[in-house]
């Protein structure tokens, strides 16, 4: 036997039962809900436009209805109805009924759209709370370089407990404040660990407009929106320079680099070190590149 929808297509009558009946009426609307609100310059309720004449002509019937007349040619560049897209002019249908396509996407465009991070345009309860931190820092002017860029980065030059960045390090305020409150726990790693106070944090890249792992073709880095700083060693005031870099087993240096080196994954979204690939041996790459459904990276 056909399918039901298939004899009502070709006129077959068919077991009534079959056919698919409407759904119910649905109740009358009620008289006291109010109406559309009037269009606040004109006080007359709005209404969609008209639909063109062109586009009244029934859909086609056939196995491509579904599919709209298209001016793309089959080298896949545009057609001439897309020229006048590009110029600015309304785009209508073609005397012929084409639909015209949409141009295509710019050449600018064409990087991957999530490596754009765009920075809160309002970050002041960040920064009052990076200032409850004990962070010393100052408003940098906007960055724009190409695909790079921060709306509102920092110049965050010190730490509480007088922690030095040294250099300064560019960053939105965000990962500043990663980066302030995993300073803090470091802070205390050090004097339980090798029993003296953190006094600086030497700073690698923090903003810079490249690709990840200086890689030109990769996807930009973290850096390139201020979101990413590389420490590379940890100072103190009376013992040696630590320095990131594979540590020999059980020393105190150890202790204190996996310690804080474990802490940095609850502040920061990615965290890459010595061993997590020949780029990363001799700092902690820390940032704040977002993911799909939160996911960290934490190596
Ligand atoms: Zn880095």
Avoid at 29 to 55: H, I, K, N, W, Y
Avoid at 202 to 221: F, M, V, W
Avoid at 250 to 266: K, Q
Wanted: glycine share 8%.
């Amino acid at each position: 036997m056909l399918h039901p929808s298939l004899a009502f297509e070709k006129g077959v009558p068919s077991d009534a039962t079959a056919i698919p009946m409407p759904p119910p009426a649905p109740p009358p609307r009620p008289v006291d809900l109010p109406g559309v609100a009037p269009a606040a310059s004109t006080g007359e309720t709005p209404r969609p436009p008209e639909r063109p004449a062109e586009l009244s002509r029934s859909a086609p019937a056939g196995p491509d209805a579904a599919r709209p007349a298209q001016t793309v040619k089959e080298d896949g560049k545009a057609g001439p109805s897309d020229e006048a897209a590009k110029a600015g002019e309304t785009v209508k249908p073609t005397a012929s009924g084409e639909i015209p396509v949409p141009p295509p996407r710019p050449a600018d465009l064409s990087g991957s759209p999530l490596a754009v991070t765009v920075a809160p345009l309002d970050d002041s309860a960040c920064r009052a709370r990076l200032e409850r931190l004990g962070a010393r820092f100052e408003a940098l002017p906007a960055i724009s370089n190409g695909q790079c860029g921060a709306a509102r980065p920092l110049k965050l030059t010190a730490l509480a407990d007088e922690i030095a960045l040294t250099p300064p390090a560019t960053l939105v305020c965000e990962t500043a404040e990663a980066l302030a409150r995993w300073t803090t726990e470091a802070q205390v790693a050090a004097t339980r660990d090798l029993g003296q106070p953190l006094k600086s944090l030497s700073i690698g890249t923090s903003y810079e407009c490249r690709g990840q792992n200086h890689d030109p073709d990769a996807k930009l880095s973290e850096h390139s929106f201020a979101n990413g700083v590389d420490v590379m060693a940890f100072g103190f005031a009376g013992r040696a320079t630590i320095s990131v870099m594979p540590a020999t087993e059980g020393t105190p240096e150890a202790t204190f680099l996996t310690a804080v080196r474990g802490r940095a994954c609850d502040f920061f979204r990615t965290v890459l070190g010595p061993g997590s690939d020949a780029a990363h041996a001799n700092h902690l790459h820390l940032d704040e590149r977002q993911r799909n459904a939160g996911h960290r990276l934490c190596q």
